[in-house]
Protein backbone atom coordinates (compact mmCIF):
# COMPACT_ATOMS: atom_id res chain seq x y z
CA UNK A 1 0.00 0.00 0.00
CA UNK A 2 1.08 3.52 -0.56
CA UNK A 3 1.01 5.76 2.06
CA UNK A 4 -1.17 8.70 1.45
CA UNK A 5 1.04 11.38 1.52
CA UNK A 6 2.60 10.17 -1.15
CA UNK A 7 -0.42 10.08 -3.47
CA UNK A 8 -1.50 12.75 -5.27
CA UNK A 9 -5.23 13.51 -7.37
CA UNK A 10 -4.67 15.10 -11.04
CA UNK A 11 -7.78 17.03 -11.89
CA UNK A 12 -8.53 18.19 -15.59
CA UNK A 13 -11.84 20.61 -15.88
CA UNK A 14 -12.43 20.46 -19.64
CA UNK A 15 -15.03 21.80 -21.75
CA UNK A 16 -17.42 18.73 -22.13
CA UNK A 17 -15.73 16.55 -19.06
CA UNK A 18 -14.07 16.44 -15.77
CA UNK A 19 -11.15 13.73 -15.63
CA UNK A 20 -9.24 12.37 -12.64
CA UNK A 21 -6.17 10.66 -11.81
CA UNK A 22 -5.09 9.43 -9.04
CA UNK A 23 -1.31 8.78 -8.91
CA UNK A 24 1.14 7.21 -6.24
CA UNK A 25 4.74 7.25 -5.78
CA UNK A 26 7.51 5.54 -4.30
CA UNK A 27 11.23 5.85 -5.20
CA UNK A 28 11.01 5.70 -8.61
CA UNK A 29 7.95 3.95 -9.05
CA UNK A 30 4.45 5.44 -10.11
CA UNK A 31 1.15 4.24 -10.15
CA UNK A 32 -1.82 4.96 -11.31
CA UNK A 33 -4.12 4.18 -8.57
CA UNK A 34 -7.25 5.92 -9.49
CA UNK A 35 -9.20 7.06 -12.62
CA UNK A 36 -12.66 8.28 -14.06
CA UNK A 37 -14.22 10.61 -16.17
CA UNK A 38 -17.66 12.43 -15.94
CA UNK A 39 -19.28 14.45 -18.50
CA UNK A 40 -20.63 18.27 -17.79
CA UNK A 41 -23.85 18.01 -18.78
CA UNK A 42 -24.96 21.61 -18.33
CA UNK A 43 -28.23 20.38 -17.35
CA UNK A 44 -28.12 22.50 -13.74
CA UNK A 45 -25.73 20.34 -12.10
CA UNK A 46 -22.58 22.54 -10.34
CA UNK A 47 -19.37 21.37 -11.42
CA UNK A 48 -18.60 20.50 -7.26
CA UNK A 49 -21.53 18.38 -7.39
CA UNK A 50 -20.53 16.22 -10.88
CA UNK A 51 -16.93 16.24 -9.11
CA UNK A 52 -18.21 14.69 -5.74
CA UNK A 53 -20.05 12.04 -7.25
CA UNK A 54 -17.38 11.00 -9.50
CA UNK A 55 -14.62 11.19 -6.75
CA UNK A 56 -17.42 9.00 -5.02
CA UNK A 57 -17.52 6.22 -7.80
CA UNK A 58 -14.30 5.59 -8.38
CA UNK A 59 -13.39 5.17 -4.78
CA UNK A 60 -10.58 8.10 -4.92
CA UNK A 61 -9.61 9.11 -1.65
CA UNK A 62 -6.34 11.40 -2.31
CA UNK A 63 -7.10 14.90 -0.79
CA UNK A 64 -4.08 16.65 -2.29
CA UNK A 65 -4.82 18.10 -6.11
CA UNK A 66 -2.87 19.48 -9.03
CA UNK A 67 -5.38 21.23 -11.40
CA UNK A 68 -4.73 23.69 -14.00
CA UNK A 69 -6.02 26.75 -15.47
CA UNK A 70 -6.24 28.23 -19.06
CA UNK A 71 -8.40 30.69 -21.79
CA UNK A 72 -7.64 33.93 -22.15
CA UNK A 73 -7.35 35.01 -18.50
CA UNK A 74 -3.72 33.34 -18.70
CA UNK A 75 -1.23 34.85 -20.20
CA UNK A 76 2.04 32.90 -21.46
CA UNK A 77 5.50 34.33 -22.52
CA UNK A 78 9.05 33.59 -23.65
CA UNK A 79 10.63 37.07 -22.73
CA UNK A 80 14.61 38.16 -23.45
CA UNK A 81 15.88 40.11 -20.41
CA UNK A 82 19.18 41.26 -19.06
CA UNK A 83 20.47 38.23 -17.34
CA UNK A 84 19.85 38.34 -13.40
CA UNK A 85 20.77 35.82 -10.29
CA UNK A 86 17.62 33.44 -9.81
CA UNK A 87 16.72 34.80 -6.70
CA UNK A 88 16.80 38.00 -8.01
CA UNK A 89 14.57 36.75 -10.65
CA UNK A 90 11.32 37.46 -8.99
CA UNK A 91 11.69 41.26 -8.21
CA UNK A 92 13.05 41.88 -11.70
CA UNK A 93 10.40 40.28 -13.71
CA UNK A 94 7.71 42.33 -12.08
CA UNK A 95 9.54 45.37 -14.01
CA UNK A 96 9.13 43.35 -16.70
CA UNK A 97 5.74 42.37 -16.96
CA UNK A 98 4.21 45.62 -17.61
CA UNK A 99 5.17 45.27 -21.00
CA UNK A 100 3.57 41.84 -21.67
CA UNK A 101 0.87 41.34 -19.37
CA UNK A 102 -2.24 43.07 -20.55
CA UNK A 103 -3.93 43.28 -17.34
CA UNK A 104 -3.28 45.15 -14.00
CA UNK A 105 -0.32 43.57 -12.26
CA UNK A 106 -2.23 43.69 -8.65
CA UNK A 107 -5.08 41.67 -10.58
CA UNK A 108 -2.58 38.62 -11.28
CA UNK A 109 -0.46 35.86 -9.83
CA UNK A 110 3.27 35.96 -11.86
CA UNK A 111 5.47 33.65 -11.84
CA UNK A 112 8.74 32.76 -13.91
CA UNK A 113 11.37 30.45 -14.70
CA UNK A 114 14.49 30.78 -16.58
CA UNK A 115 14.84 28.39 -19.87
CA UNK A 116 17.68 25.99 -19.98
CA UNK A 117 19.84 27.38 -23.48
CA UNK A 118 21.81 24.88 -23.27
CA UNK A 119 19.63 22.64 -25.08
CA UNK A 120 19.98 24.89 -28.28
CA UNK A 121 23.66 24.33 -28.35
CA UNK A 122 24.18 27.74 -27.36
CA UNK A 123 24.12 30.47 -24.75
CA UNK A 124 23.70 34.30 -24.72
CA UNK A 125 25.46 35.67 -22.30
CA UNK A 126 24.36 39.33 -23.35
CA UNK A 127 20.53 38.50 -22.19
CA UNK A 128 18.40 35.77 -20.49
CA UNK A 129 15.30 33.70 -21.84
CA UNK A 130 12.55 33.47 -19.71
CA UNK A 131 8.89 31.89 -18.74
CA UNK A 132 6.65 34.67 -17.76
CA UNK A 133 2.88 33.21 -16.79
CA UNK A 134 0.44 35.45 -15.53
CA UNK A 135 -3.43 34.26 -14.23
CA UNK A 136 -6.00 36.39 -12.56
CA UNK A 137 -6.24 35.82 -9.26
CA UNK A 138 -10.06 35.82 -9.64
CA UNK A 139 -9.71 32.55 -11.95
CA UNK A 140 -7.31 30.96 -9.35
CA UNK A 141 -9.77 32.00 -6.34
CA UNK A 142 -12.78 30.61 -8.49
CA UNK A 143 -10.79 27.07 -8.86
CA UNK A 144 -9.89 26.67 -5.30
CA UNK A 145 -13.10 27.49 -4.08
CA UNK A 146 -14.09 24.45 -6.47
CA UNK A 147 -11.97 22.14 -5.08
CA UNK A 148 -12.87 23.55 -1.27
CA UNK A 149 -16.69 22.65 -1.67
CA UNK A 150 -15.32 19.34 -2.87
CA UNK A 151 -13.46 19.00 0.28
CA UNK A 152 -10.07 18.73 -1.73
CA UNK A 153 -6.98 20.41 -0.86
CA UNK A 154 -4.71 22.38 -4.13
CA UNK A 155 -1.72 21.39 -3.97
CA UNK A 156 -0.46 23.05 -6.90
CA UNK A 157 -2.28 25.35 -9.67
CA UNK A 158 -0.87 25.01 -13.08
CA UNK A 159 -1.16 25.77 -16.56
CA UNK A 160 -2.53 23.33 -19.31
CA UNK A 161 0.01 23.59 -22.18
CA UNK A 162 2.59 22.83 -18.89
CA UNK A 163 0.67 20.12 -17.96
CA UNK A 164 1.18 18.85 -21.38
CA UNK A 165 4.76 18.95 -21.64
CA UNK A 166 5.19 17.28 -17.83
CA UNK A 167 3.13 14.55 -19.05
CA UNK A 168 5.25 13.64 -22.62
CA UNK A 169 8.31 14.42 -20.46
CA UNK A 170 7.80 12.04 -17.48
CA UNK A 171 6.26 9.42 -20.13
CA UNK A 172 10.10 9.44 -21.73
CA UNK A 173 11.49 9.28 -18.35
CA UNK A 174 9.67 5.90 -17.79
CA UNK A 175 10.28 4.14 -21.59
CA UNK A 176 12.28 1.41 -21.63
CA UNK A 177 13.20 3.01 -25.66
CA UNK A 178 16.30 5.81 -25.48
CA UNK A 179 14.94 9.00 -26.57
CA UNK A 180 17.04 11.00 -29.55
CA UNK A 181 18.46 13.99 -27.20
CA UNK A 182 17.82 17.74 -27.87
CA UNK A 183 14.89 16.61 -30.38
CA UNK A 184 12.38 19.14 -30.90
CA UNK A 185 8.85 18.06 -31.31
CA UNK A 186 5.49 19.39 -31.18
CA UNK A 187 2.55 18.56 -28.69
CA UNK A 188 -0.67 19.37 -30.18
CA UNK A 189 -3.77 18.55 -27.81
CA UNK A 190 -7.01 18.71 -29.52
CA UNK A 191 -9.92 19.15 -27.18
CA UNK A 192 -13.25 19.83 -27.15
CA UNK A 193 -13.21 23.85 -27.36
CA UNK A 194 -9.14 24.42 -27.84
CA UNK A 195 -6.33 23.33 -29.00
CA UNK A 196 -3.22 23.20 -26.86
CA UNK A 197 0.34 22.96 -28.81
CA UNK A 198 4.13 23.19 -26.74
CA UNK A 199 6.92 22.44 -28.76
CA UNK A 200 9.93 21.03 -26.61
CA UNK A 201 13.87 20.36 -27.26
CA UNK A 202 13.61 17.54 -25.23
CA UNK A 203 12.35 17.75 -22.20
CA UNK A 204 11.67 21.70 -22.08
CA UNK A 205 8.91 23.37 -23.34
CA UNK A 206 10.13 26.64 -25.47
CA UNK A 207 6.80 27.70 -27.18
CA UNK A 208 3.03 27.38 -26.25
CA UNK A 209 0.07 28.10 -27.91
CA UNK A 210 -3.95 27.97 -27.43
CA UNK A 211 -5.83 28.47 -30.59
CA UNK A 212 -9.46 28.51 -30.00
CA UNK A 213 -10.55 25.80 -32.86
CA UNK A 214 -10.71 22.37 -32.09
CA UNK A 215 -13.14 19.14 -32.06
CA UNK A 216 -16.38 20.99 -31.47
CA UNK A 217 -15.76 22.65 -34.61
CA UNK A 218 -15.57 18.88 -36.50
CA UNK A 219 -18.71 17.89 -34.65
CA UNK A 220 -20.82 21.15 -35.77
CA UNK A 221 -19.78 20.21 -39.45
CA UNK A 222 -20.50 17.20 -39.78
CA UNK A 223 -23.58 17.63 -38.38
CA UNK A 224 -24.59 20.45 -40.90
CA UNK A 225 -23.13 18.23 -43.77
CA UNK A 226 -25.06 14.94 -42.78
CA UNK A 227 -27.93 16.72 -40.91
CA UNK A 228 -27.56 14.42 -38.10
CA UNK A 229 -27.23 14.93 -34.05
CA UNK A 230 -24.61 16.08 -31.69
CA UNK A 231 -24.32 12.14 -30.55
CA UNK A 232 -24.39 10.70 -33.72
CA UNK A 233 -21.94 13.09 -35.50
CA UNK A 234 -19.63 12.79 -32.25
CA UNK A 235 -19.81 8.67 -33.30
CA UNK A 236 -18.81 9.24 -37.29
CA UNK A 237 -15.27 11.23 -35.90
CA UNK A 238 -14.10 8.25 -35.16
CA UNK A 239 -15.71 5.61 -37.13
CA UNK A 240 -17.47 6.93 -40.23
CA UNK A 241 -17.99 3.38 -41.77
CA UNK A 242 -19.41 4.04 -45.31
CA UNK A 243 -20.18 7.86 -44.50
CA UNK A 244 -15.97 8.01 -44.97
CA UNK A 245 -15.83 10.42 -48.07
CA UNK A 246 -18.92 13.14 -46.68
CA UNK A 247 -17.28 13.17 -42.76
CA UNK A 248 -13.67 14.36 -44.66
CA UNK A 249 -15.39 16.68 -46.91
CA UNK A 250 -17.41 17.93 -44.06
CA UNK A 251 -14.40 18.80 -41.97
CA UNK A 252 -11.63 19.04 -44.06
CA UNK A 253 -11.83 23.09 -43.72
CA UNK A 254 -11.53 23.08 -40.30
CA UNK A 255 -9.11 20.86 -40.21
CA UNK A 256 -7.29 22.85 -42.83
CA UNK A 257 -7.46 26.29 -40.71
CA UNK A 258 -6.57 24.58 -37.38
CA UNK A 259 -3.73 23.27 -39.32
CA UNK A 260 -2.81 26.72 -40.46
CA UNK A 261 -2.67 28.08 -37.03
CA UNK A 262 -0.43 25.14 -36.52
CA UNK A 263 2.16 26.30 -39.53
CA UNK A 264 2.21 30.03 -37.81
CA UNK A 265 3.32 28.89 -34.70
CA UNK A 266 6.04 26.24 -36.07
CA UNK A 267 7.04 29.32 -38.41
CA UNK A 268 7.03 31.79 -35.29
CA UNK A 269 9.15 28.87 -33.03
CA UNK A 270 11.70 28.31 -36.09
CA UNK A 271 12.33 32.21 -36.24
CA UNK A 272 13.18 32.58 -32.79
CA UNK A 273 15.35 29.53 -32.38
CA UNK A 274 16.61 28.58 -35.61
CA UNK A 275 15.58 24.81 -35.20
CA UNK A 276 13.04 23.17 -37.02
CA UNK A 277 10.08 21.22 -35.41
CA UNK A 278 11.12 17.36 -36.58
CA UNK A 279 7.95 15.08 -35.08
CA UNK A 280 4.59 15.83 -34.15
CA UNK A 281 2.64 13.84 -31.03
CA UNK A 282 -1.15 14.26 -31.01
CA UNK A 283 -3.60 13.53 -28.13
CA UNK A 284 -7.00 15.10 -27.08
CA UNK A 285 -10.19 13.65 -27.54
CA UNK A 286 -10.50 15.53 -30.98
CA UNK A 287 -7.36 14.12 -32.42
CA UNK A 288 -9.61 10.71 -32.68
CA UNK A 289 -11.11 12.14 -35.70
CA UNK A 290 -10.59 9.09 -37.88
CA UNK A 291 -8.23 10.73 -40.87
CA UNK A 292 -6.35 13.06 -38.69
CA UNK A 293 -3.03 11.35 -38.57
CA UNK A 294 -3.07 11.26 -42.65
CA UNK A 295 -4.13 14.44 -42.75
CA UNK A 296 -1.77 15.95 -40.49
CA UNK A 297 1.34 13.86 -42.69
CA UNK A 298 -0.04 15.41 -45.88
CA UNK A 299 -0.17 18.73 -44.63
CA UNK A 300 2.51 19.19 -42.22
CA UNK A 301 5.05 16.56 -44.17
CA UNK A 302 6.23 15.54 -40.92
CA UNK A 303 5.88 12.48 -38.99
CA UNK A 304 2.69 12.41 -37.18
CA UNK A 305 2.58 10.13 -33.55
CA UNK A 306 -0.35 9.19 -31.34
CA UNK A 307 1.01 8.62 -27.92
CA UNK A 308 -0.80 7.21 -24.94
CA UNK A 309 0.32 9.02 -21.78
CA UNK A 310 -0.67 6.52 -19.67
CA UNK A 311 2.19 4.35 -21.60
CA UNK A 312 4.99 3.04 -19.01
CA UNK A 313 3.16 3.35 -15.88
CA UNK A 314 2.07 0.90 -13.75
CA UNK A 315 -1.79 0.44 -13.03
CA UNK A 316 -3.07 -0.80 -9.72
CA UNK A 317 -5.73 -3.00 -11.49
CA UNK A 318 -8.42 -3.57 -8.41
CA UNK A 319 -8.56 0.09 -8.09
CA UNK A 320 -8.83 1.05 -11.57
CA UNK A 321 -11.00 0.02 -14.75
CA UNK A 322 -7.90 -0.72 -17.40
CA UNK A 323 -9.88 -0.88 -20.25
CA UNK A 324 -11.21 2.13 -19.92
CA UNK A 325 -8.39 3.80 -19.14
CA UNK A 326 -6.85 2.82 -22.01
CA UNK A 327 -9.86 3.35 -24.01
CA UNK A 328 -9.57 7.07 -23.38
CA UNK A 329 -5.67 7.69 -22.91
CA UNK A 330 -5.48 9.98 -25.99
CA UNK A 331 -7.90 12.62 -24.12
CA UNK A 332 -6.00 11.90 -20.61
CA UNK A 333 -2.40 13.76 -21.68
CA UNK A 334 -3.25 17.14 -19.47
CA UNK A 335 -4.65 15.08 -16.50
CA UNK A 336 -2.02 12.66 -16.43
CA UNK A 337 0.76 15.57 -16.55
CA UNK A 338 -1.23 17.09 -13.78
CA UNK A 339 -0.98 13.89 -11.92
CA UNK A 340 2.81 13.40 -12.77
CA UNK A 341 3.72 16.95 -10.64
CA UNK A 342 3.70 14.22 -7.95
CA UNK A 343 7.78 14.37 -8.80
CA UNK A 344 8.03 17.02 -7.07
CA UNK A 345 6.03 17.25 -3.93
Request: with cysteine.
Amino acid sequence: MFKRKNTVLGLDIGASSIKVVEMAKSGSEFVITGYGQAAISGNGETLSSVLTELLQATGIKAKRVVTSVSGREVIVRYISMQPVEQENLPNAIRFEADKYIPFDLEEVVLDSQKLDESVLGFTNTAEMKVLLVAAKKSLIEQKVQLLKEAGLYPAVIDVDCFALGNAFELRNILSPRAEVEGKVVSLIDIGASKTNITIMIGNSSFFTREIYLAGNEFTEEIQKKLEVTPEEAEKLKRDPGVFALEVQEAVSAVIDDLANEVTLSFDFFESQFEREVEEIYISGGGSQFFSLEPDFERIFGKRINRWDPTENFEIQSDQVDVDALKANAPQLAIVMGLASRIRTL
